[in-house]
Nanobody, 125 residues
Framework: QVQVVESGGGLVQPGGSLRLSCEAS????????MGWYRQVPGNEREFVAA???????NYGDSVKGRFTISRGNAKNTVHLQMDSLNPADTGVYYC???????????????????WGKGTLVTVSS
């Protein structure tokens, strides 16, 4: 089993910044996708940002130019630097990791998505 754990949420004033972190651990051969979604109670989860293996970082339209996703120095970690925060950014931020596990010597693999429990971000004056 794989565990995904987020950290870094909290209360910040409009215009301020927060830095979220996510670490995936467990039986992982590689990660194809690792990134962030957010959700307000009663609404669907919204894509925020992600890093795709072999590709470029991707961002949701509402956070482009303000948020930056990056790989961490620790194994299987990503960070989300959130700048110029506004109240609309408030929500529970969830980390998702799509994990690849090799199943034979030819490199065949299986994938599975894992979600963290979320970290609350509140933007308010």
């Amino acid at each position: 089993q794989v565990q995904v754990v987020e950290s870094g949420g909290g209360l910040v004033q409009p215009g301020g910044s927060l830095r979220l972190s996510c670490e995936a651990s467990g039986r992982i051969d590689s990660i194809d996708f690792m990134g962030w979604y957010r959700q307000v109670p009663g609404n669907e989860r919204e894509f925020v940002a992600a890093i795709i293996s072999g590709g470029r970082p991707n961002y949701g339209d509402s956070v482009k130019g303000r948020f930056t996703i990056s790989r961490g120095n620790a194994k299987n970690t990503v960070h989300l630097q959130m700048d110029s925060l506004n109240p609309a950014d408030t929500g529970v931020y969830y980390c998702k990791a799509t994990v690849r596990r090799v199943i034979n010597v030819e490199g065949a693999y299986r994938t599975m998505e894992y979600w963290g429990k979320g970290t609350l971000v509140t933007v308010s004056s």
